[in-house]
């Protein structure tokens, strides 16, 4: 037998101890090749800092290395390293989330907070390091430095800006700001003149809305959270989809490109010859082929159409930015000039070139806290030569030095045929105020009633007086911009029509006021959707006249904008006025209606359920209240409160909703259906986890239909109707959405049971993807492949749920969940892919 010589051994041996410290050269490094590694992408720190600043900002790196960074044995983050007295940055060392991975090419915000100290120039280091069990960290990327310049902070001198830093965590999210894009995250908005403004960030589980206050040199962070964000859902018909062919996409995409550029090239073209053949100034089109006979041969005519070009004239637009001071302190106005016009224009020795923007500044005086408006005449030399004068308003507010307070417009509604407009305070001090009555708290919020009488001058905003009176017994009057005006009062007046033609005729007076177009478009879109309810109203008493029958109430499923079916103040009971003020019904099914409403003891948003006089019978509703009440779970709307005087009403928690076509909307029956895939699964797992904790409650629902399911943060479902479901004996109603063949012929079906409620889960499912409602007349047609092809994957589930005979059905609810857990599964590689595209 052959033996190995000893010396291959040893030369084994040799090289396995030499490639071992390759394996672990420079940092998990392989002949080149990184396993660990990161690179600095951006941060959200400012280059100028003054003193006093404490605040949130961004370190971004991305994953470079063959690994993915994780939370695991050894954890992945960001360390500071610089150590001096001008700033504080915690923490030391951010880490990377626990459960949270960044693969390779990905990338990572980590989050620190500032404080600045003193004055001077400081360089931030930062690197991203791993955290070894030990406590030591070893660098992955290289040293990051960032100088920052932090200079002294002068009250004289202090900027009516602030800034906003908006992150998406790991997420690169489109950004609005007042309903403008200014980018994707991480973003920092510096320069923001102080006042209130809205943030939208545009995440995958939905748009993230906060409103942000910002004060004169302060640091605002916006951090993207999905359970804050409201979902977008889109109906099947859009372009805007999960499933979205991207080859479709590519070919429409460049067909308009295509035909664009034949077009600009016949532009082009037809330019061209006119210049070619002289007649610029000059160009006549024969329309003698198309005048009648006998005036084209009336002689001495000249029937040519004869086009002059026109000089152009000045196009201007001046906006005031409206600005808010601190009482004390120097007050400049901003003026942003536009100039649309083809020549220069020249505004106070400044020349404007067409297109360019600039800011011309006006210092005012005034000093007296409140709202106000100052008139100003501007004057400019047009592209023409000649000397002309704009005359513009200025809006500003004055903030006062004590009490510290803020304040904002809320929103109109009418009560008694009054229009009562809703101011909201926040008491920034430390001492309670007193303002119309009204008691607010330290650092807390509080909302004021006025009352608006019909408008007798023609403005489009007007002002009222909030009396004051802080701890100490000392008092104040506030004037409060207030934007109404006669188009709100004819709104609100049901003179549709009057108020859209005066909101036109501002607008064609080339006033700038964004209220205006706002309260211009609603009134359209109310006038519209009229019409659109007086049609069906129309349609279906024809079809009912044509079949000899009354007319029927219509269809719950069908309803997709309660709040214009019906007027909010008069359908809301009288006697509950004083206890809440409605603003928009969430929902209707047969024994009433849940109101939006703010509980007017301590001003925070509800949801309130009135049932109808005469549809409840009083000796079983309480029964069921409190049976609902014990009731406690994620996907059951929760009672807080209810009460049997003056009327049965309810009280619960507002849900967040959803947003559909940029529209709000509460109810499941409002949804425009069909929706995505991925939308239907996650609201119909919610229903069946509701509906299972009610099997082990000793519950069945049986009247499960989309108008008693509320939608809350992240597609959650809450189960809102008890209607007969706190009792299993109860009367099934014979207007229901949708009812399991044994609640219609229990003798040849079976009696109801835990199976019909999984039937009604099924048939929400069907409605929801295929976005029709299921026949329980034709059991073969009712597979959603039926409907669409790309649908076959839910047959199965569908067939499981809306079997005639329940031996057909799931035995169990969690049997459906798993089946809807598998196709959760089938869906996400999808998710994932277009998320990355």
Same mark, same amino acid.
């Given at each position: 037998?052959?033996?190995v ?7 084994f ?11 672990g050269?420079?940092?998990g ?7 660990q ?6 941060d ?19 994953n ?7 939370y ?15 700033i ?15 693969h390779?090419g990905?990338?990572?915000q ?5 404080n ?15 955290l ?9 990327s290289?040293?990051v ?9 002068n ?14 965590g ?15 995250t ?24 906060k ?26 018909n859009s372009?805007?989809?999960d499933?979205t062919?991207?080859f ?11 035909l664009?550029?034949?077009i ?20 006549k ?13 009336h ?22 930015i409206?600005?808010?001071f ?27 070139s067409?297109?360019?923007?600039k ?10 806290? &409140?709202?106000?408006?100052? =008139? @100003? +005449?501007?004057?400019? %030399?047009? #592209?023409?030569?000649?000397? !002309?004068?704009?005359? *513009? ?8 030095k ?31 105020l ?11 919020? &509080?909302?004021?009633?006025? =009352? @608006? +009488?019909?408008?007798? %001058?023609? #403005?489009?905003?007007t002002? !009222?007086?909030?009396? *004051? ?17 006669r ?7 049901k003179?549709?029509?009057?108020s859209?033609?005066?909101?036109h ?16 478009e ?5 006038? @519209?959707?009229?019409k659109i309810?007086?049609?069906l109203?129309?349609?279906r ?13 219509p ?23 004083s206890?809440?003020q ?11 209606m ?6 007017v ?55 967040s ?27 119909i ?20 239909e ?16 008890f ?12 207007d ?7 609640q ?12 019909t409620?999984?039937?009604q ?29 790309d649908?076959?994957v839910?047959?199965n ?26 196709l ?10 277009n998320?990355?595209?």
């Amino acid at each position: 037998m052959n033996t190995v010589p000893i010396w291959r051994y040893i030369l084994f041996i040799v090289i396995l101890l030499f490639c071992i410290p390759i394996i672990g050269i420079t940092h998990g490094s392989l002949s080149g090749i990184s396993i660990q590694g990161g690179e600095y992408v951006t941060d959200t720190i400012p280059e100028n800092l003054s003193t006093g600043h404490c605040g949130q900002f961004m370190i971004e790196f991305r994953n470079t290395g063959m690994t993915a960074w994780e939370y695991d044995v050894e954890k992945f983050g960001v360390e500071y390293f610089s150590d001096n007295s001008l700033i504080t940055i915690e923490p030391l060392i951010n880490l990377l989330p626990k459960g949270s991975r960044v693969h390779n090419g990905q990338s990572y915000q980590f989050p620190f907070s500032m404080n600045t100290h003193n004055p001077g120039e400081v360089t931030l280091s930062f690197a991203l390091v791993r955290l070894l069990p030990s406590g030591k960290t070893v660098p992955v990327s290289g040293m990051v430095n960032i100088p920052v310049k932090i200079i002294p902070q002068n009250p004289n001198l202090m900027s009516e800006t602030g800034v906003i830093q908006v992150s998406g965590g790991v997420l690169h999210l489109p950004v609005k700001l007042d309903n403008i894009y200014v980018g994707m995250t991480p973003l920092t908005l510096s320069d923001i003149h102080a006042g209130f403004h809205k943030v939208e960030i545009e995440g995958r589980e939905g748009v993230m809305e906060k409103e942000i206050e910002v004060l004169p040199n302060s640091l605002n962070p916006v951090l993207y959270d999905p359970e804050d964000s409201f979902f977008y859902i889109e109906t099947k018909n859009s372009l805007l989809l999960d499933d979205t062919n991207p080859f479709l996409t590519a070919i429409l995409s460049n067909f308009f490109i295509v035909l664009g550029f034949v077009i600009t090239l016949t532009v082009v073209g037809i330019c061209a010859v006119v210049v070619i053949t002289g007649k610029m100034k000059r160009v006549k089109f024969t329309v003698s082929q198309i005048l009648p006979f006998s005036i084209h041969s009336h002689p001495g005519r000249d029937f040519s159409v004869e086009v002059s070009r026109k000089t152009d004239k000045d196009e201007v637009r001046f906006d005031p930015i409206p600005g808010i001071f601190t009482q004390g302190r120097e007050k400049k106005f901003q003026i942003k000039i536009t100039n649309l016009g083809k020549k220069d224009i020249t505004v106070e020795n400044h020349r404007i070139s067409p297109g360019e923007i600039k800011l011309l500044y006006r210092e005012i005086k005034d000093d007296s806290p &409140g709202d106000n408006v100052t =008139g @100003m +005449d501007i004057s400019y %030399i047009g #592209s023409d030569g000649k000397k !002309k004068t704009q005359f *513009i308003n200025l809006y500003y507010r004055i903030l006062p030095k004590k009490p510290d307070l803020s304040w904002v417009f809320e929103r109109f509604f009418i009560r008694d045929g009054r229009v009562i407009a809703v101011i909201k305070i926040k008491n920034k001090t430390l001492e309670a105020l007193k303002i119309d009555s009204v008691d607010i708290l330290p650092g807390k919020e &509080g909302k004021i009633f006025i =009352g @608006m +009488d019909e408008p007798d %001058i023609d #403005s489009i905003s007007t002002f !009222k007086n909030l009396h *004051i009176i802080d701890g100490e017994g000392g008092s104040l009057s506030l004037p409060t911009k207030i934007p109404y005006n006669r188009g709100i009062f004819l709104f609100f007046s049901k003179q549709f029509s009057d108020s859209q033609e005066w909101f036109h005729q501002q607008m064609k007076k080339g006033i700038n006021d964004p209220n205006l177009q706002k309260y211009a478009e609603i009134v359209e879109k109310k006038i @519209m959707e009229l019409k659109i309810a007086n049609n069906l109203a129309d349609q279906r008493g024809d079809n009912e006249n044509k079949k000899g029958m009354p007319p029927s109430p219509p269809d719950h499923h069908h309803i997709t904008n309660t709040n214009i079916l019906y007027d909010i103040q008069q359908e809301f009971p009288e006697d509950l006025i004083s206890l809440y003020q409605p603003s928009g019904i969430i929902s209707e099914d047969r024994l009433g209606m849940i109101y939006r409403a703010v509980r007017v003891s301590d001003n925070e948003e509800v949801a309130v359920r009135i049932l109808k006089p005469g549809k409840v019978n009083h000796s079983t509703i309480e029964l069921q209240i409190q049976a609902w009440r014990s009731l406690k779970h994620l996907n059951i709307l929760q009672i807080k409160y209810w009460e049997r005087d003056p009327q049965y009403y309810l009280e619960f928690d507002l849900p967040s909703g959803v947003l559909q076509s940029r529209k709000r909307i509460y109810s499941l029956a409002d949804v425009k259906v069909p929706i995505p895939p991925r939308a239907s699964l996650k609201i119909i797992r919610g229903l069946a986890e509701g509906i299972d904790y009610l099997h082990h409650q000793g519950v069945r629902h049986y009247l499960l239909e989309p108008s008693v399911v509320l939608l809350d943060k992240g597609l959650n479902p809450k189960i809102s109707g008890f209607d007969a479901a706190a009792l299993v004996q109860s009367y099934i109603p014979e207007d229901c959405w949708i009812i399991a063949p044994e609640q219609c012929n229990s003798a040849k079906y079976g009696n109801p049971g835990k199976k019909t409620d999984i039937y009604q889960v099924g048939a929400i499912c069907y409605y929801l993807i295929t976005g029709q409602i299921p026949s329980i007349d034709n059991y073969s047609d009712v597979l959603p492949s039926h409907i669409n092809p790309d649908l076959n994957v839910f047959d199965n589930l569908i067939r499981k749920t809306l079997s005639p005979y329940k031996n057909g059905r799931y035995g169990e609810v969690n049997e459906m969940i798993q089946e809807i857990d598998n196709l959760i599964d089938a869906f996400s590689p999808k998710i994932k892919q277009n998320s990355r595209r």
